[in-house]
């Protein structure tokens, strides 16, 4: 359970990535939006609250980890990884040009922090229960959590990688599907129907908990729960929008990946900060 300020305090930083994120899109000439503005909220309220992570620290072996399998996303790990100090905001500037450490993917190997090089879909499951039953040989006790996409579970490595979840009570992996409903070829429910899909992660041995990926008091709830599973591994289903907070953006499949002109970039900087005044004005109401 947040606190109102806690909540507030998200909201704020929830949106200060978001805007980074539009900006450093802008820099870039294009990049993944729609699936970086659907997984921001979580991955704020993980990296803000509930992340065993120290950017000054993150190296130490201790620390808990966080594989972004829906690594197209690279744009808003950028802007994230910026607010946390990982990389400068300037380096932002560069994202996706030329010679920059910044690539549309991100690499490991040149971003510090980030636990795994993705974007070939469907091996961020694997290596992130990888690491968690490499927690168990080493006598550690960190918890691993992996963000997935709902189309990139189209891919038959998601499922092998949830029945050994299952098989070895990894309960300290945590499954998250940023459910969208939307990938780069259009509706998930047309391309591949995935539905009923809580229950495709109930076959498979997980406790399957849906939650609104854009309501930071449910997703916080709905993490606690996660973070206390014993008995078997947790997959969250986030209901989110692809596009979240962008008028022309939110819901609509095309904004995959794009590019935005000035018209739409003033616009999108425009619908954002209405978005979180909208945001903040539901934690004055619902926050006891």
């Known amino acids: 359970m947040l606190t109102k300020q806690e ?6 930083k929830a949106s200060a990535i978001r805007r980074l994120t539009l900006d450093t899109c802008n820099w870039a000439g294009s990049a993944h939006m729609g699936g970086s503005l659907s997984a921001i909220d ?6 803000y609250k509930y992340l065993n992570f120290d950017p000054a620290r993150y190296d130490d072996p201790d620390r808990d980890r966080c594989v972004v399998s829906k690594g197209h996303i690279g744009v808003a790990l950028a802007a994230l990884y910026a607010e946390l100090g990982l990389v400068e905001k300037e380096e932002l500037k560069t994202f996706n040009l030329t010679g920059s450490k910044l690539g549309m993917h991100l690499d490991a190997s040149k971003v510090p922090g980030l636990e795994a ?3 070939s879909l469907g091996h961020g499951p ?6 968690s039953l490499a927690a168990r040989v080493l006598g550690r006790r960190y918890k691993c959590w992996v963000l997935l ?7 038959g490595s998601v499922w092998e990688a949830a029945l050994a979840a299952a098989h070895f009570q990894a ?5 998250v599907v940023d459910r969208n409903k939307a990938m780069i070829d259009g509706p998930t429910e047309e391309v591949m129907a995935l539905e009923p899909f809580a229950d495709k992660w109930r076959a498979f041995g997980f406790e399957a908990i849906e939650v609104d990926g854009h309501h930071l008091q449910q997703l916080s709830d709905a993490m606690e729960r996660a973070l206390e599973a014993q008995e078997r591994p947790v997959c969250l289903i986030l209901d989110t929008v692809k596009g979240e907070g962008v ?5 609509d499949y095309t904004w995959h990946y794009g590019a935005m002109d000035s018209a739409q970039y003033q616009q999108a900087k425009e619908d954002l900060l209405d978005y979180e005044a909208s945001r903040l004005a539901r934690v004055e109401k619902e926050a006891e």
Do not use: Q, R
């Not at 979580?42 to 990296?47: M, V």
């Open 7 to 12: 909540w507030t305090d998200l909201e704020k």
């Open 42 to 47: 979580f991955l704020t309220l993980l990296y």
């Open 117 to 119: 090089s993705t974007g």
């Open 126 to 131: 694997a290596l992130a229960l990888g690491m």
């Open 149 to 155: 996409g709902d189309g990139e579970c189209d891919e």
């Open 171 to 175: 309960t300290d992996v945590i499954f």
């Open 247 to 251: 008028s022309f953006m939110a819901g």
